[in-house]
């Protein structure tokens, strides 16, 4: 299926601007290469023995707090889901990007048959960044991210079996859902997605990213 993929995603996307669902054309003009704004903490990670591809991280809480984005971030949401994690994951990022004025758009899939053509909406829109909350995302973008490597992606609260270099994703114990039939960690703790915590994921996560250090997980042992 992959071997046919690029060809799949390309007709998604053309259905999705045909029916006006994306708003790719607003972010058509120059645009500046995205940076980090301040550094992390020497308590993120050891930068002299950078983490190997898929390694989990444990840095300190709030060792990425002086790490924001550089103006005009342009970052799409995608999220499926009405769960509660999920809507608690989607205020943080929502709140995130108020905060820090990222440029933010949201794509929703509401439905199976939409998971992939979704991702492909959100990659036709070329953002700095893909987030992705809600574990119904984990085996499309599994399948879809190894054929993207340009694409940034960061998976919040949960987080793929054998991601790629562009696939980065926080976690912890209360979280961890990893697709693939995997099935559900037997640690799931859906009151483990408290406000802090989201808030806690998208901040780490995005500093990560910012910095270089991608293809990871970063795993939070605290919110």
Not at 160 to 173: G, H, I
Not at 208 to 219: E, F, K, R
């Amino acid at each position: 299926m992959r071997a046919h993929l690029p060809f799949f995603l390309a007709l998604a996307a053309s259905a999705a601007l045909a029916t006006g669902c994306s708003s790719g054309d607003a972010w058509s003009g120059p645009h500046p290469e995205p940076a980090a704004v301040g550094t992390l903490g020497p308590d993120f990670v050891d930068r002299a023995a950078p983490p190997a591809p898929e390694a989990t991280i444990t840095p300190r809480p709030g060792s990425w707090s002086e790490v924001h984005p550089s103006k005009d971030y342009r970052v799409v949401l995608l999220t499926a889901g009405d769960d509660r994690p999920t809507k608690a994951l989607v205020k943080a990022v929502d709140d995130w990007a108020d905060d820090e004025h990222v440029d933010l758009r949201t794509v929703v899939a509401d439905s199976p048959t939409q998971y992939v053509s979704s991702v492909a909406e959100a990659m036709e829109m070329a953002p700095d960044l893909i987030v992705t909350a809600g574990n119904d995302l984990i085996d499309p973008l599994a399948t879809v991210t190894p054929n993207h490597l340009d694409q940034p992606f960061l998976v919040v609260g949960a987080e793929l079996a054998e991601p790629t270099e562009n696939v980065t994703a926080v976690d912890w114990s209360g979280a961890s859902f990893r697709g693939e039939g995997l099935g559900m960690s037997s640690t799931y703790d859906p009151a483990s997605f408290t406000a802090d915590r989201c808030a806690a994921a998208i901040r780490a996560g995005a500093a990560a990213v910012l910095s270089d250090l991608t293809g990871i997980v970063i795993w939070l042992d605290e919110g």
